[in-house]
């Protein structure tokens, strides 16, 4: 009976419709501080995005302390999944992907929050491990490797974690789109134990003025307690390689560079960062304030309290790994998932002389699509 009042409050599924390129396939990404939508169709070998929703939810607020998600933060996320929900009943999407990431990952009730959501939203989600993260934001950022690079490293900088990537860029050219997909280059990678959320948690009761050096030596440490850094800094000093930066924080700092009134992915998508120049927007936003950066146009209240943690990551990794230059992506995870579905390897369809009963819950699209690989 529940799963029946589930379906009636969700009303009738709408027939999948298409756009001019063919299906419509929607990623959705549930991380520690965002919750993502991307609604698009195949576009040649990439995309055209038809609809996109970002909405701050917080979910890993206090997981820190708690070691759960709270009850507030389950509100805001519920609240927020709502919004996608009737999104992707508005466009008629047929194929969905929904993954969860490093707040659901360690919250001891993530599976049960998991659970909630598929009851009150019918959308199903996946937990995907660190290293899926980092193939999915590395295929995202495919075509913002420098033609000239031999090595790239991609910083995705979240809420609850950042994962690094050091990208073989010469592989990931001469392989081609289909090779990038289906196997991503990635020489090596971590996931650090470094998040805006949670660095801003650890450290955010302390003084500005002694915050920021307070996270940047510990994400300096922690950073250099990789066993991988040091192969991946003798790699970046290689000619031409460069960083890609992934995140919020990334985007923001562009924003800010580029002095833009207003947002706009079009301007900051792939421009470039010279370390002089985030460097200077970095204590920029430090000489601000947290009122100060709340008035800039691309930063804004809700996100002024997260750029310092923010920062701190990007300078030490910055300072981590040589580089003179940041390639700056707003894509990553739903970017990378969107890819994966439309470009991947198709799982061979099972013949099974049962058939299956009643609608299939969005979020729930096998097998038409690939399942993240774990």
Not at 62 to 72: K, M, N, P, Q, V
Not at 81 to 91: E, G, M, Q, V
Not at 103 to 109: F, L
Request: glycine fraction near 12%; charged fraction near 30%; include cysteine.
């Amino acid at each position: 009976m529940a799963d029946k009042n589930a379906a009636n409050r969700r009303g009738p599924r709408r027939r999948s419709r298409k756009g001019r390129n063919g299906p419509l396939y929607a990623a959705v990404d549930l991380g520690t501080n965002n919750c993502r939508l991307l609604v698009a169709e195949p576009w040649g070998k990439s995309f055209r995005v038809v609809d996109s929703h970002s909405q701050i939810a917080r979910l890993g607020e206090g997981l820190h302390e708690t070691g759960r998600i709270s009850d507030a933060a389950v509100d805001r996320a519920l609240d927020a999944l709502k919004a996608i929900r009737r999104k992707l009943k508005h466009h008629g999407v047929g194929r969905v992907r929904c993954i969860a990431t490093e707040a659901c990952r360690k919250a001891e009730n993530g599976a049960d929050f998991i659970k909630r959501v598929h009851d009150e939203t019918g959308l199903t989600f996946k937990i995907i491990n660190a290293k899926e993260e980092a193939r999915l934001a590395t295929i995202g950022c495919h075509d913002l490797m420098g033609e000239d690079a031999k090595t790239v490293l991609v910083v995705d900088i979240g809420g609850g974690s950042t994962e690094l990537s050091w990208v073989n860029a010469r592989i990931a050219r001469d392989g081609g789109f289909e090779g990038l997909v289906e196997r991503a280059p990635i020489q090596d990678w971590t996931s650090l134990p470094l998040g805006v959320v949670t660095l801003q948690e650890a450290f955010g009761h302390l003084p500005e003025e002694e915050a920021f050096p307070v996270m940047l030596g510990h994400a300096r440490e922690v950073i250099e307690n990789w066993k991988g850094t040091p192969r991946v800094r003798r790699a970046m000093e290689t000619e031409g390689s460069h960083l890609i930066g992934t995140s919020g924080t990334v985007t923001c700092l562009a924003g800010v560079h580029l002095k833009l009134d207003k947002y706009r992915r079009d301007k900051v998508d792939g421009t470039w960062l010279s370390r002089d120049e985030a460097g200077a927007c970095i204590q920029l936003l430090r000489d601000l304030g947290p009122t100060g950066r709340a008035t800039l146009p691309t930063i804004g209240e809700e996100r002024a309290g997260l750029m310092l943690s923010g920062c701190a990551i990007m300078q030490a990794v910055w300072d981590a790994f040589p580089g003179e230059r940041m390639r700056v992506g707003d894509r990553g995870l739903r970017e990378g998932l969107l890819l994966s579905m439309m470009y991947g390897k198709k799982p061979s369809r099972r013949r099974s002389g049962r058939r299956r009963t009643g609608p299939r819950p969005p979020g729930d699209s096998s097998p038409a699509v690939e399942a993240p690989h774990d």
